[in-house]
């Protein structure tokens, strides 16, 4: 009598799960940790909007209330698991915006904080190294769109059944 010994390679689903999960929390903490500040001081978060000199002053109010909510609400639905393919969009898409705000800024010259984690007027001037930051932040935010579509592929991939 043959037994057969059935070993489970790196791609087992459950693996898989595991690890998105950490990528989950990963994520959902990195935003629901920069939305606390900004939603502690609105008042220092709309003045760091403003150091930017990108958006009109009329939206910076707007922003500056409304931004914060977006990253906790974003961040918490990352952790718990919510709207996964929406959540892990709003999280790359408003990093990539975040980083063209950088990188315009300081191409522009402007000597400002970021006020990505803290709104804290007297911490460290952005630099380049901030961009990267930022960019070591998105890296794992797009790795995350095939770890996702091999656990659970979004209704435009599904085969219909006939």
Same mark, same amino acid.
């Given at each position: 009598?043959?037994?057969?010994?059935?070993?489970?390679?790196?791609?087992?689903?459950?693996?898989?799960?595991?690890?998105?999960?950490?990528?989950?929390?990963?994520?959902?903490?990195?935003?629901?940790?920069?939305?606390?500040?900004?939603?502690?001081?609105?008042?220092?978060?709309?003045?760091?909007?403003?150091? @930017?000199?990108? &958006?009109?002053? %009329?939206?910076?109010?707007?922003? $500056?209330?409304? /931004?914060?909510?977006?990253?906790? *609400?974003?961040?918490?639905?990352?952790?718990?698991?919510?709207?996964?393919?929406?959540?892990?969009?709003? @999280?790359?898409? &408003?990093?990539? %915006?975040?980083?063209?705000?950088? $990188?315009?800024? /300081?191409?522009?010259?402007?000597? *400002?904080?970021?006020?990505?984690?803290?709104?804290?007027?007297?911490?460290?001037?952005?630099?380049?190294?901030?961009?990267?930051?930022?960019?070591?932040?998105?890296?794992?935010?797009?790795?995350?769109?095939?770890?996702?579509?091999?656990?659970?592929?979004?209704?435009?991939?599904?085969?219909?059944?006939?």
């Amino acid at each position: 009598m043959r037994t057969f010994v059935v070993m489970k390679n790196s791609s087992n689903p459950e693996w898989i799960e595991w690890l998105w999960r950490l990528v989950r929390l990963v994520l959902g903490g990195i935003f629901i940790y920069a939305s606390i500040d900004k939603i502690l001081h609105p008042a220092q978060f709309a003045q760091a909007i403003v150091n @930017y000199k990108i &958006l009109p002053r %009329v939206m910076v109010n707007f922003f $500056a209330i409304t /931004l914060p909510w977006v990253e906790l *609400i974003g961040g918490t639905f990352l952790i718990v698991g919510i709207f996964e393919w929406a959540s892990v969009t709003l @999280y790359n898409g &408003l990093m990539i %915006v975040f980083m063209v705000a950088i $990188a315009t800024s /300081l191409a522009r010259g402007l000597n *400002i904080t970021c006020g990505c984690f803290t709104v804290d007027p007297d911490v460290g001037k952005m630099n380049w190294f901030t961009f990267l930051r930022d960019l070591s932040m998105l890296i794992p935010g797009l790795a995350a769109y095939p770890l996702l579509f091999r656990l659970r592929r979004p209704p435009i991939f599904k085969q219909r059944q006939v």
